[in-house]
């Protein structure tokens, strides 16, 4: 399990890269918010949200932004990739108190 500190190292580094539109780290917030608030997901489980999520963000990113993310898949997916914020990284922030 990661520190809180690489934890959030991590999640400032997506922030940082992130793109105008923010699509990244609005869909890890919606990830924690549903892990949280519906308690229906492992988040060290990537396949029980990996395409829900997508959904969650793009229903946000429309009421925030009146767009979606039209990045191809692969790049969406990276969004999980070890140097990005694997399920190991959003263990430790769901579980953060």
């Keep these: 399990m990661k520190t809180r500190e690489e934890a959030k190292s991590a999640l400032d580094t ?3 890269k992130s793109r105008v539109h923010w699509y990244k780290p609005i869909q890890i917030a919606e990830i924690l918010y549903h892990h949280r608030v519906d308690k ?3 988040l060290s489980k990537l396949e029980g949200y990996r395409t829900k999520s997508k959904k969650w963000r ?3 990113s429309l009421s ?3 767009r979606r993310c039209t990045s191809s ?3 969406q997916d990276n ?3 070890d140097n990005a914020i694997p399920p190991e ?3 430790t922030l769901g ?3």
């Design 73 to 75: 898949a692969r790049f």
């Design 79 to 81: 969004l999980f990739d």
């Design 58 to 60: 793009d229903t946000m």
């Design 95 to 97: 579980y953060q108190r």
């Design 64 to 66: 925030l932004l009146g």
């Design 40 to 42: 229906d997901i492992d």
């Design 89 to 91: 990284i959003l263990v």
């Design 14 to 16: 997506l922030i940082k």
